[in-house]
């Protein structure tokens, strides 16, 4: 597998807590994408990296915002978790955009209670 | 914007050919179509790429018709361990324009 570490793998917390999950990689991918799994929804892209500092919207955006201050580390921040945001997050890679084929991550399970 | 549909699921018995098809409206010439299979507490795993007519690669072929509106991943002769959830993905213009399907859960039966 690709060198993608996501941290933590499973998680419960409150409601209104702050929330921020890492993905690490090891490939020097420029490109890095988090994704939410829902039941019904399949994956839904929520924001992605094209670069250090580089970060752009996707579908699902409001509520997380993220961060890349070195190429191997993308971070995603639920400022003030609510029940709806209660999803298993994926990180992925690809080298550029485009057609690439991601990389995956195991995944973070989040439970917001 | 374009958006994916898949089947839910489907059962399929070891040894036989499975095609589950994604429905993809509006998208552009060089969008890319790409499929993945997801195992339960894994993240998807890269399948086979395409854009037009036919690609084949080790374990699938992947068939994309001349108007584009649909694209068949086609598994020649699925096993056991070919039990999982599909999913297709495209790739329009801009990489915040992705675009996965809501997945096929494919059963293989002894």
């Known amino acids: 597998d690709a060198g993608i570490t996501q941290s933590p793998r499973h998680k419960v917390t409150e409601t209104g807590t702050p929330v921020t999950l890492r993905c690490h990689q090891t490939?020097?991918?420029?490109?890095m994408y988090w994704y939410r799994q829902d039941p019904g929804h399949g994956l839904r892209l929520i924001h992605y990296?094209?670069?250090?500092?580089?970060?752009d919207k996707g579908e699902v955006s409001d509520g997380y915002s993220v961060s890349r201050s070195k190429t191997e580390d993308f971070l995603l921040t639920l400022e003030s978790a609510t029940s709806s945001q209660t999803s298993v997050y994926f990180c992925a890679i690809s080298p550029d955009r485009g057609p690439q084929p991601q990389h995956f991550g195991d995944g973070t399970r989040l439970s917001i209670l | 914007l374009a958006k994916t549909t898949q089947p839910i699921s489907m059962d399929s018995y070891e040894g036989q050919e499975v095609n589950i098809t994604c429905s993809h409206n509006?998208?552009?010439?060089?969008?890319?179509i790409t499929w993945y299979q997801q195992f339960p507490s894994q993240g998807p795993r890269f399948i086979i790429q395409?854009?037009?007519t036919k690609v084949t690669n080790e374990v699938a072929s992947l068939f994309i018709p001349a108007d584009r509106k649909s694209s068949t991943l086609s598994l020649p002769r699925v096993s056991l361990s070919d039990t999982a959830v599909y999913y297709c993905l495209v790739v329009l213009t801009g990489a915040n324009n992705l675009f996965f399907g809501t997945g096929t859960r494919l059963t293989v039966i002894p």
């Open positions: 509006n998208i552009a010439t060089n969008d890319y």
């Open positions: 990296s094209y670069g250090v500092k580089d970060t």
């Open positions: 395409g854009y037009k």
């Open positions: 490939e020097n991918h420029r490109y």
